[in-house]
């Protein structure tokens, strides 16, 4: 799963799901663009939060219609999982909002994966229950997203014990590789992070089992509008993916 953080434009995620596309389909690797149609959790009240949520949504809907692939999102309230759906192929559970089961049954009646993020606050333990409540809302079609644990009041750390230990749950489990680095509470109010450890947190998740990535990129992370500080700048993702399928050939 790879794309920018949110959409901030039909151009700028058409360019952005062409690039990986073509990267992906020559290294045979499923993929699934990734984009947010809104952001709802911001540190701050003037903070970029979208472009519109039907107009973001339909972009959504445009770039799985031109480049035949599957899209992803991030619902925030249960009223938001239909509306959705209606768009794109697999739900997004944030990891602040894991535990909130009518969140959770929304996203699992609208019968779309449903991709749940391991709460920061969350031993991986936890999320057999947050997954559970999908399935015995009727969904089975459930994935588990690590993306670090709270280390402080600035910090993230990966503890990679917890892929295994989810894998175990019997739902593939994706490693969150962008959103494990970031510097959260950052006094300037907006979030920090470490995008050259990008590759370590990649590399590590992949050797450790981890079934899938997950990767904000953007042409110009500097320029993003969310989340700049720790997304992967578009044009080094082949190399790191090239990298990475060696690594996932040796461990299999």
């Known amino acids: 799963m790879a794309g920018p953080c949110v959409i901030e434009g039909e151009e700028m995620a058409l360019q952005i799901a062409e690039k990986i596309t073509t990267i992906t389909d020559s290294l045979d690797i499923p993929y699934i663009f990734k984009g947010s149609y809104r952001k709802a959790n911001r540190s701050r009240i003037d903070s970029f939060t979208g472009i519109g949520d039907e107009k973001a949504l339909k972009i959504l809907r445009k770039v799985n219609e031109t480049f035949h692939i599957p899209t992803v999102t991030d619902i925030h309230e249960s009223h938001e999982a239909a509306m959705a759906a209606e768009y794109v192929d697999v739900l997004q559970i944030p990891a602040f909002l894991c535990r909130q089961t009518d969140l959770l049954i929304a996203a699992a009646k609208t019968e779309k994966i ?20 999908v399935v015995d ?49 950052q006094t300037s109010g907006v979030t920090g992070g470490m995008p050259g450890l990008i590759e ?46 060696r690594i996932r050939e040796a461990v299999m």
């Open 114 to 133: 449903v991709n749940i993020k391991k709460g920061q606050f969350l031993a991986p333990s936890g999320m057999q229950y947050a997954a559970q409540k």
């Open 137 to 185: 809302a009727g969904n089975n079609n459930v994935m588990i997203t690590e993306r670090g644990t709270t280390f402080g009041y600035t910090d993230l750390v990966v503890d990679y014990r917890g892929i295994p230990q989810m894998r175990a749950f019997g739902f593939p489990v994706v490693m969150d590789v962008t959103h494990s680095l970031q510097q959260p509470n």
């Open 200 to 245: 370590t947190i990649a590399k590590a998740a992949i050797a450790v089992g981890a079934d899938g990535l997950f990767i904000e990129t953007h042409p110009e992370p500097s320029k993003a509008k969310s989340d700049g500080a720790n997304m992967l700048q578009l044009d080094l993702l082949e190399e790191l993916l090239v990298r990475l399928v």
